[in-house]
C-alpha cells in the first residue's frame, strides 16, 4: 500500500477509528492510530514528537492535559488536516482534557472562542469530507446504526462548518454537495434506528442543502430518498408529490439511471394506494430505462451503483407483496436474489417481504422461518428498523398459533429487553 508524504496511508483519515477520533477530537487515539500506522513503538513515537515518552504515555491513556498550541504542535508533526481537527493557527493556552473535546468538536453547539481562528478550505477539503462519508457508508452495511450515528451527526456538523469556511473561495461549490451527503446518510441511520422524526429531519435538511448546491440532480436523488422513506412509512401520496418533484428536478432528459430508480419509488407509492395500473406502468417505465442504463459506462454520481435488471426484480418483487401479487413477488425476488448480494441488514428487510409474500401464498412455515432469520439479523445488528418490520410481519399474521409460530413468538418477546 502507497502513503503519502506524511509517511500514513491515502485512507489514514477516514478509516473508522481516526473518523471516529476525529469527530470527537480525541487526540489520544489520532496519536495511536498514527503510531500503529508507521508501526512504531511508543518511544519511537515520542521521538518524533519530541516529548518524553512518560508525557506521551499520559496522553494515550488520557490522563495528560494538552493545550491548545500543544493540540496543534501535535496536529502539525503528524500530519492531522487542521480542518479535519478543527483546531486553528492562533495561539492561546486553553488547558483541555481529552474528555472536554466534545465541546469543541461539536462546532454547532458553542461559538468560537476568539483565540481560535479557522483554516479556510482547500482543494482537498470537498475530496476530504466526501471520503469521510464513503467510509461511513462502507461500515453501515455490518454495523449497528446507533455506533455510526454519533459520528456522522459530528460530520454533518463538520461539513456545515467546512462549507462556511469556503464561502469567499473557489471551492464552495465543491464542498456545498458533501453537506447533502453527509446529512443524507445521517438520515438513514437514523431510519434504521426508527428515530423517525430525526431521520425526516435530516432528509429535508438533506434535500435544502443540495438545493442550495444548485445540483438539480443531487436534489433530485435526495427527494426521492425521502419519497422512498415516506411510502416506507406508510404516506404514500405524500411520497409520491415528492417523486413528482425529484422528476421535475432530474430535467426533460434524466440520465436512464434516475428514471429507472424514480419511476420504481413511484410504482411502490402507487402499489400503496392500491392502483394497480398506475404501479404496473411504472414499472413498465423503469424496464426501459433499464435496458437504457445497462449501456452506460457507469452510473452518474450521486448514484454509486447501476440500476440493473436485479434491483428492477427486487422493486417489481415489493411492488407485488403491496398489490396482494404473492406468487408474482416470489418469482420476483427469485429473479433478484440471482445476480443481487444484499448487505446483512437489507437482505433481513428482504427476508421479511419475502416472508410476507410466502404468508400470503399460505406457506406459512416457510413464511416465520425466513421472518425468524429476519428477526436473528435485527438482534445481532441492533437494528430497529429491522425489529420493527418483523412485529408488524407478526401482527399481521391472524391464522392459527403453531408449534413454529410460538416458537417465533418467545423469540420475539425475548426482544423486548434488546
Known amino acids: 500500500m502507497g ?15 481516526v473518523v471516529s477520533a476525529l469527530a470527537e477530537c480525541d487526540m489520544a487515539t489520532i496519536l495511536d492510530q498514527v ?24 496522553v494515550l491513556r488520557g490522563r495528560q492535559s494538552l493545550t491548545v498550541d500543544q493540540i496543534r504542535d501535535l496536529a502539525r508533526q503528524v500530519g492531522i488536516p487542521q480542518y479535519l481537527l478543527r483546531i486553528g493557527d492562533v495561539g492561546g493556552e486553553d488547558p483541555t482534557k481529552r474528555r472536554d473535546f466534545s465541546k469543541i468538536a461539536f462546532l454547532a453547539a458553542m461559538p468560537v472562542a476568539p483565540s481560535i481562528s479557522y483554516r479556510s478550505a482547500d482543494e482537498t477539503t470537498a475530496s476530504s469530507l466526501a471520503a469521510i462519508t464513503g467510509a461511513q457508508r462502507r461500515l453501515e452495511a455490518e454495523t449497528p ?14 461539513t456545515k462548518r467546512a462549507l462556511a469556511r469556503s464561502a469567499e473561495t473557489p471551492f464552495a461549490v465543491e464542498v456545498c454537495p458533501t453537506v447533502s451527503e453527509a446529512a443524507g446518510f445521517a438520515a438513514w441511520l437514523h431510519a434504521d434506528m426508527q428515530d423517525i422524526g430525526t431521520a425526516r429531519m435530516f432528509y429535508r435538511f438533506a434535500v435544502d442543502s443540495a438545493r442550495r448546491a444548485e445540483h438539480p440532480l443531487l436534489e433530485a436523488y435526495m427527494l426521492g430518498s ?6 416506507d412509512h406508510d404516506d404514500p401520496q405524500l411520497g409520491l408529490t415528492m417523486v413528482a418533484q425529484a422528476r421535475a428536478q432530474a430535467g426533460s ?12 419509488i413511484e410504482a411502490l407509492g402507487h402499489a400503496g394506494r392500491r392502483d394497480v395500473m398506475a404501479a404496473l406502468n411504472c414499472l413498465r417505465e423503469a424496464e426501459i430505462a433499464v435496458a437504457q442504463s445497462e449501456r452506460a459506462s457507469s452510473p452518474p454520481w450521486p448514484w454509486v451503483f447501476p440500476f440493473d435488471p436485479g434491483k428492477l426484480a427486487g422493486y417489481r418483487a415489493l411492488v407485488m407483496v403491496r398489490l396482494g401479487r404473492p406468487h408474482d413477488a416470489v418469482s420476483a425476488f427469485a429473479e433478484s ?14 427476508m421479511l417481504e419475502i416472508a410476507t409474500a410466502r404468508r400470503m401464498a399460505g406457506e406459512v412455515d416457510e ?13 445481532v445488528y441492533s437494528s430497529e428498523r429491522v425489529l420493527h418490520r418483523v412485529r408488524r410481519f407478526r401482527r399481521d ?5 403453531s408449534l413454529l409460530v410460538r416458537d417465533f413468538d418467545d423469540r420475539l418477546r425475548a426482544t423486548s429487553t434488546f
Not at 35 to 58: E, I, N
Not at 145 to 158: D, K
Open 145 to 158: 446504526a446507533r455506533e455510526l450515528a454519533r459520528g456522522a451527526v459530528a460530520h454533518v456538523e463538520l
Open 397 to 401: 399474521y391472524e391464522g392459527p398459533p
Open 367 to 379: 413464511a416465520f422461518t425466513l421472518a425468524g432469520e429476519a428477526l436473528k439479523a435485527g438482534v
Open 337 to 350: 436474489l440471482v445476480s443481487v448480494r444484499p448487505a446483512a441488514k437489507q437482505q433481513a428487510l428482504l
Open 226 to 231: 425521502l419519497a422512498a422513506f415516506e411510502i
Open 253 to 264: 432528459n434524466p440520465p436512464a439511471t434516475a428514471r429507472a430508480w424514480l419511476a420504481c
Open 35 to 58: 503510531r500503529s500506522a508507521r508501526g512504531w513503538t511508543q518511544g519511537q513515537l515520542a521521538d518524533f514528537l519530541g516529548y518524553s515518552q512518560s508525557w506521551v504515555s499520559k
Open 3 to 17: 502513503h503519502d508524504g506524511n509517511g500514513l496511508p491515502p485512507d489514514f483519515w477516514a478509516r473508522p477509528p
